[in-house]
């Protein structure tokens, strides 16, 4: 199944089916209102939407309309809670070479992992409003998974079977404010602003063969302002997600709706380029002694997407521009 | 006015209006279901609900009922966004003496925060589930505020106005756990499980003038298995929680209803005692070489409460359990 959440001008927006190929929408929230509601009551509404969604897929459906990657929010506009990873090894390894860090313990056998803001999510093709150029503007594609109610103590075996939904996501990262606050050891605040997500969650059978260990084994294609940028794979994650999900519940459950990230998706082979520019920045300093490229600039774009291997489209493309908020009002 | 969540059962529970001796309490959802409504409409609920709780503290109000705090949730069972502080520098002056650990660059000038899980949080009584004693099960006495929506680049100033409520914390800790997260700069993950709230919210006017700065003027006072543990003073924070709020929505709006926590209440002075476990036991490291008291064991309580100086009420009482968390299911 392919869900998304239509920007109807409310906070959490309201549920649509969207067929495989993404052309063609229908309303479902006369089944679930709004995706959160879908996680919530996953075992009782799943049927219902997955009869309209083959029936939306074979053409037959009165109700549906052309799916406009423009109107929707993303999938959940907002999640309880919001963990994100960093494991992509080869990702970490350059960032130490080129900035002289000393390497952290235990990277191969304990994820990385910090509390990002999910209160807020932008949609794929929406404004991402910062406030200034000079906090490093940076853009991480990643993939993450939306997980159902996860029990405290839940093994890595046990989470694979609460992962609901797959998801793309655009992880923007203010590069100037990260080292201070990795530096006080009570990780990122200020240096993480709202992350996008692509247009559509999908389950994990619309990967295929590609939804394999946990992991998207896929690459994500990165462009920034039209120019290819990196295609890193993502079966290099070196813990699959229901690791992470267990991870994460040590010591808590987890609410239905909480979405893990991967961490920027990273490979080993340089010669796919990176889907972040602060990776990028690395591999130069490394090689020349210092970076060559900028970070992002009011009015850039990043377009993010994964495919499938044929080509077909799976969970559409994030692409959306950088802007300069504006001034709050009290 | 003062704020509780009735638990019936639901997962956002309902909300309760309760008199300013905790004594009465009323139905308040016809006005706002959940206080996380009554958060998002503030400025339409309000006169409803101050009318209402006036009506109930004259004693006038058909439908009043026994207030039992054994029957309510956190008032706001699960937030969108918890962002906790710490903000009483000698908790971390003690800290780096006892564990000889390098001082945080600029902890005066610019707030430690880090972001929270805010999924799943404790009532006053319930009882908190945790896997194993061996992660150092700690308690951490605090204050917060809850704010409504705050625009991105809001001042301290501006801040001010978005304080709706103030609240009471008991922001459980594994401390065995914490020293490997915070090592990785990624912040805290399962060294931070749930944390547990006092019974009532209350509006800023109801501290009178221990409101102030931004500050909850009032000692807390905490016991640990019916002991006095300590009784230190929230006016020591050191920066207000205005600050707090201008800090987290820098790169960020936040949303209505996100809750941000002081840290640990901590004061120089020895003698009013600590609100935490770790901090008694970097005094008998400092002092002693050693630490003589250990971590909290299933089955030992903490009592958390601070009253206004003429004895009188204010947020109730958290008084909690720890108990051994049961095995998961898939």
């Known amino acids: 199944m392919k869900l998304a959440t239509l920007d109807d001008g409310s906070r959490d927006g309201r549920l649509l089916l969207v067929s495989r190929d993404l052309a063609q929408a229908v309303d479902a929230a006369d089944i679930a209102p709004t995706l959160q509601a879908a996680v919530d009551h996953w075992w009782s509404v799943e049927a219902d939407l997955r009869s309209r969604y083959d029936a939306l897929n074979r053409g037959s459906l009165a109700g549906a309309f052309d799916f406009d990657p423009d109107r929707v929010m993303a999938p959940l506009p907002r999640a309880w ?30 994820p990385l992992m910090y509390q990002g803001a999910g209160d807020d999510f932008l949609g ?83 990967l295929g063969d590609a939804w394999r260990d946990g992991r998207v084994h896929l690459p994500l294609k990165v462009e920034w302002n039209g120019q290819w940028f990196g295609h890193p794979h993502g079966g ?23 979405i893990l990230g991967s961490g920027t998706v990273s490979n080993a082979d340089r010669s796919v380029g990176s889907a972040c520019i602060a990776e990028r920045r690395a591999i130069e300093m490394i090689a020349q002694g210092a970076p060559a490229t900028g970070f992002m600039r009011f009015g850039d774009r990043v377009r993010m997407e994964a495919r499938h291997s044929d080509g077909s489209v799976l969970f559409g493309a994030i692409d959306q521009r950088v802007v300069q908020a504006g001034a709050p009002c009290a």
Do not use: Y
């Not at 090894?89 to 056998?109: K, Y």
């Not at 939904?165 to 990262?173: A, F, G, H, R, T």
């Not at 290099?236 to 909480?258: E, P």
């Open 236 to 258: 290099a994650m070196h813990f699959g997600f229901h690791q992470l999900i267990a991870h994460a519940a040590l010591t808590r459950r987890l609410t239905a709706g909480t």
């Open 81 to 110: 809670q919001w963990l994100d990873g960093s494991c992509f090894l080869s990702h970490g390894e350059l960032m130490q070479r080129a900035f002289n860090l000393d390497p952290i313990d235990g990277v191969e056998t304990t």
């Open 124 to 206: 794929a093709r929406q404004d991402i409003p910062l406030p200034s150029e000079a906090h490093g503007i940076d853009f991480e594609g990643e993939f993450a998974v939306l997980v159902d109610e996860v029990p405290m103590g839940c093994t890595a075996e046990q989470a694979l079977g609460h992962i609901r939904l797959v998801l793309q996501v655009n992880d923007v990262s203010l590069r100037a404010l990260a080292p201070r606050e990795m530096k006080t050891g009570f990780g990122f605040v200020q240096a993480k602003s709202s992350s996008s997500f692509a247009p559509v969650a999908v389950t994990p059978d619309e």
